[in-house]
């Protein structure tokens, strides 16, 4: 079974500064995708990224942008810039083809003004 | 285009009550997925619904069950409620199988609380 694994319960970061969300997985397929989502509070779920596995560029979304290191298993956010609505709790997520969704347990981060 | 809605937003039942909660995914859209989110376990998937056939199920007891109808509706049930089912539970749609692409377009979420 796929496990992800996200070791920041929460971090804070000063509006316009950068911060990075760490997220560790571990599976023995080698086609899958990795997903950031984000939940603002009392708000849906929205995706943030998307990383395809057998790409090797890392993904880039405006301000937001991962590191994905396959052979370490680890996929990081990078958030530049922050503004006072990136304020969410973060969900790493895993999928490998024809199986579900696996979220890791979220990051909350707090931008302060 | 409309999002993903779901009834009702908020709902308190009594343990040993059962309860229904609805999602209309966005139009198009013929995959549901159903997660269980709380403060102690976070994000557990629930099953999937794709064309009104169950694709995939999370580990949950028989208590919780689902449909979904022609319109791509999807419904989940539980039965026989515990304190421990006090949640977010949140419904997600895709344009294809979840299981396929993976990106979801989530509802805001029924919160039941159980007393």
């Known amino acids: 079974a796929q496990t992800v694994t996200q070791s920041q319960p929460e971090m804070s970061v000063q509006e316009a500064e950068t911060v990075t969300l760490s997220c560790t997985y571990d599976?023995?397929?080698?086609?899958?995708?990795l997903f950031w989502y984000k939940q603002p509070p009392s708000r849906q779920m929205i995706l943030v990224i998307r990383?395809?596995?057998?790409?090797?560029q890392n993904a880039t979304e405006n301000r937001f942008s991962v590191n994905f290191q396959k052979a370490a298993k680890s996929f990081s956010l990078k958030i530049s810039d922050s503004q006072l609505g990136d304020t969410a709790m973060y969900f790493c997520?895993?999928?490998?083809?024809?199986?579900?969704?696996?979220f890791g347990g979220g990051t909350r981060v707090l931008v302060k003004p | 285009k409309a999002g993903v809605t779901q009834t009702p937003r908020y709902l308190i039942k009594t343990r040993g009550q059962q309860v229904t909660l609805s999602c209309s995914p966005i139009?198009?859209?013929?995959?549901v997925s159903w997660y269980q989110q709380t403060p102690g376990q976070g994000l557990q998937f629930l099953f999937e619904?794709?064309?009104?056939?169950?694709?995939n199920k999370g580990n949950f007891p028989g208590r919780f069950s689902g449909r979904q109808f022609s319109n791509s509706r999807s419904e989940m049930n539980v039965s026989t409620l515990e304190l421990g089912d006090s949640a977010l539970y949140l419904c997600?749609?895709?344009?294809?199988?979840?299981?396929?692409?993976?990106?979801?377009?989530f509802g805001e979420g029924s919160r039941l609380t159980v007393l």
């Open positions: 599976t023995s397929e080698n086609n899958y995708y």
């Open positions: 997600a749609s895709s344009v294809g199988q979840a299981a396929n692409t993976g990106e979801l377009f």
């Open positions: 990383q395809e596995a057998y790409k090797q």
């Open positions: 619904y794709f064309s009104e056939t169950q694709r």
């Open positions: 139009s198009g859209h013929r995959s």
């Open positions: 997520a895993f999928k490998a083809a024809g199986n579900k969704l696996t």
